[in-house]
C-alpha cells in the first residue's frame, strides 16, 4: 500500500482521479496476491510502476540497506590442467554450491513429483559432458570431483544460468571518452518466492556463491570476471586495457530454446553462450575480434551481448539469434549517443510493460548527463528501482583501464518490485 501512495504522489496532477482509483486496486492487489497472480492481473491495474522511484544520486560508496556485502576474490590459474583449476574455489565454496542445487533439484521436483528429472539428470546428462569441447569438459569434471556435487547437476547448474539469467547492462562514455561498463545481475526468475519474507530463495542463496575472478597465465592476468561459484562460462568480464563485456538473457519466441532441445538430442554444432564469452575473454586479441566472434560465432540459444572497448566510440549492444547478429547499437558520440544499454529486450520493441527496467534506466542517466557520468554516478542510476529488484544479486563496475571491476552484493528492501 505504501508503494502505491507513494507513486501516487508523484504523479502528475492531470492525471486525475481515474488513475488514483486504478492505482490504490495496484495496491490491494499486491496486498493480497501472489506474484503468479500479479502476472495475470498486472497488465490492468500495474501501469505506471507503483515501485518506482526518483533517480537515486549519492549511493556511493555502497552502504545502507540496499549493500549486502563484498565478494571475495580468487585466482584461477589458467596453466593448470583445466580439471585442477576451480580446486580452491570449490574447497571454499562446495557447501553453498549443494545448497543452490538442491533448491534448483526441489524445483524441478515440484514439477515433475515423479523425481524422474532429477534421475535423469544423475544418470545421463553427465555423459553429454564428453561432447562439450576442451577445456569445458574437463573442467567441470573437476568441479564436480572437487565439489561432490554429481556431474550431472554441474551441468545442468551451468546451463541453469544461461537461461534464466535477467540483467540490465551499461557501457558509456564520459566527456573525457573514458568508457564505463556495469550491470546488475538479476537471477532466480519464478523460482520459489519465500512468503514468509518477501524474496526469491534462490537470490538469496546465490548471494553467498558470488566471487571475482582472476584468470591469470604466466602469474600474469589474463581477464578478470564476476562468477557464481560453479559456472564455467562467463556473464561479466574484463579483459585489461582490452575489452569489457556482458552477456544478457534474451527471450525469444522464435526458436529461443530449440537449439537447447537439439544439442541434448545431438546436435552440437552451436555454441554455449557463456562458453563464447568465455573463449573471447580468455582468447580475443582486441575490441573489433571480440565483437566480430560475439558477432558471427553460432550459438545455441539467443542472447544479447555488450561490449565495451577502451578507446572513444567503442561500445555496443550486439542483439544475436541463434545463427546472426540481428542488430549492433554502437556508441555514436557525434550524434549524442554517449550509453547504450540492454535490458532484455529487443531495442526496436518496447520493454515487457510488466518489466519495465529500461525507462527508468535510461531516465536516471539522461538525468546524469554525459558530464557527470562515472561508475559512482552509474552505480546510482542501477540502485534505483526498479533497476534494482528483488531478483538484484549483485553489481558489477568496471572500468577497461588496468581490469578495474567493483562488485557489490545488493538487497532491496520492501516496498520493492518482485522483478
Ligand atoms: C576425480 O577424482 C578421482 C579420485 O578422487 C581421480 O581418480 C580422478 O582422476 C579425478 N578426475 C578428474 C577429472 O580430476
Ligand atoms: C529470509 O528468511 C530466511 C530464513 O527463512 C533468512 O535466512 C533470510 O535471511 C531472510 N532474508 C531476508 C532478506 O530477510
Ligand atoms: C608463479 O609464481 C609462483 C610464486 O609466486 C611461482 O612459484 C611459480 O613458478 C610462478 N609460475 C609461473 C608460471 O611463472
Ligand atoms: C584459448 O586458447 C588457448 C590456446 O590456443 C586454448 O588452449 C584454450 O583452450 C582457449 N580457451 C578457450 C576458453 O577456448
Ligand atoms: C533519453 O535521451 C535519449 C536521447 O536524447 C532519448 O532518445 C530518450 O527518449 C530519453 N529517454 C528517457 C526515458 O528519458
Ligand atoms: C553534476 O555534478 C555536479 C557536482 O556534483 C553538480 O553540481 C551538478 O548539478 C551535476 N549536474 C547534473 C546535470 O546533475
Given at each position: 500500500m505504501w508503494a502505491a501512495a507513494h507513486d501516487w504522489r508523484s504523479q502528475?496532477?492531470?492525471?486525475?482521479?481515474r488513475s488514483e482509483g486504478r492505482r490504490r486496486m495496484a495496491g490491494w492487489g499486491r496486498a493480497l496476491l501472489p506474484p503468479a497472480a500479479l502476472l495475470v492481473l498486472a497488465p490492468l491495474v500495474?501501469?505506471?510502476?507503483?515501485?518506482g522511484e526518483d533517480c537515486k544520486s549519492k549511493m556511493y560508496p555502497p552502504s545502507g540497506p540496499t549493500f549486502k556485502g563484498n565478494v571475495p576474490t580468487y585466482i584461477i590459474n589458467l596453466d593448470l590442467p583445466p580439471s585442477k583449476r576451480w580446486d580452491e574455489l570449490m574447497r571454499d565454496k562446495k557447501t553453498e554450491l549443494k545448497t543452490v542445487v538442491q533448491n534448483i533439484k526441489d524445483i524441478a521436483n515440484t514439477f515433475f513429483p515423479s523425481g524422474k528429472i532429477v534421475d535423469i539428470v544423475d544418470h545421463?546428462?553427465?555423459?553429454?559432458?564428453?561432447?562439450?569441447p576442451y577445456p569445458f569438459n574437463e573442467e567441470l569434471q573437476g568441479i564436480a570431483n572437487s565439489s561432490g556435487v554429481p556431474l550431472g547437476e554441474i551441468v545442468i547448474f551451468n546451463i541453469f544460468y544461461e537461461i534464466f539469467t535477467v540483467c540490465t547492462s551499461i557501457v558509456a562514455e564520459d566527456k573525457t571518452g573514458k568508457l564505463y561498463h556495469a550491470r546488475n545481475l538479476d537471477f532466480g526468475l519464478f523460482?520459489?518466492?519465500?512468503?514468509?519474507?518477501?524474496?526469491?530463495t534462490l537470490t538469496r542463496e546465490l548471494k553467498p556463491t558470488v566471487v571475482n575472478l582472476d584468470f591469470q597465465r604466466n602469474n600474469k592476468t589474463v581477464f578478470r570476471s564476476t562468477n557464481f561459484a560453479g559456472?564455467?562460462?562467463?556473464?561479466s568480464g574484463v579483459k585489461p586495457d582490452l575489452f569489457t563485456l556482458t552477456m544478457n538473457e534474451r527471450f525469444s519466441l522464435?526458436?529461443?530454446y530449440v537449439g537447447i532441445f537439439e544439442w541434448f538430442l545431438g546436435r552440437r554444432d552451436g555454441m554455449w553462450m557463456g562458453f563464447l564469452t568465455r573463449a573471447v575473454l580468455e582468447n580475443a586479441t582486441s575490441y573489433q575480434d571480440a565483437k566480430e566472434k560475439l558477432a558471427k560465432t553460432r550459438l545455441l540459444a539467443p542472447a544479447y551481448f555488450i561490449l565495451g572497448g577502451k578507446?572513444?566510440?567503442e561500445g555496443c549492444v550486439i542483439t544475436r539469434s541463434r545463427t546472426a547478429a540481428l542488430d549492433i547499437w554502437d556508441l555514436d558520440i557525434k550524434k549524442g549517443t554517449w550509453y547504450v544499454l540492454e535490458t532484455?529486450?529487443?531495442?526496436w520493441k518496447p520493454p515487457l510493460i510488466l518489466d519495465n527496467r529500461r525507462t527508468p534506466a535510461m531516465k536516471c542517466l539522461n538525468q546524469t548527463t554525459q558530464e557527470n557520468i562515472s561508475l559512482p554516478t552509474i552505480y546510482d542510476v542501477l540502485s534505483t528501482k526498479p533497476v534494482l529488484n528483488?531478483?538484484?544479486?549483485c553489481t558489477t563496475l568496471m572500468e577497461v583501464y588496468n581490469g578495474h571491476t567493483e562488485t557489490y552484493l545488493r538487497e532491496c528492501p520492501d516496498p520493492c518490485s518482485p522483478w
Open positions: 502528475p496532477s492531470r492525471e486525475g482521479k500495474l501501469a505506471p510502476d507503483p515501485y545421463k546428462i553427465s555423459h553429454l559432458t564428453e561432447t562439450l523460482l520459489g518466492w519465500d512468503v514468509k519474507n518477501n524474496s526469491w559456472y564455467i562460462g562467463m556473464v522464435d526458436g529461443g578507446n572513444s566510440g532484455n529486450y529487443d531495442r528483488k531478483l538484484t544479486v
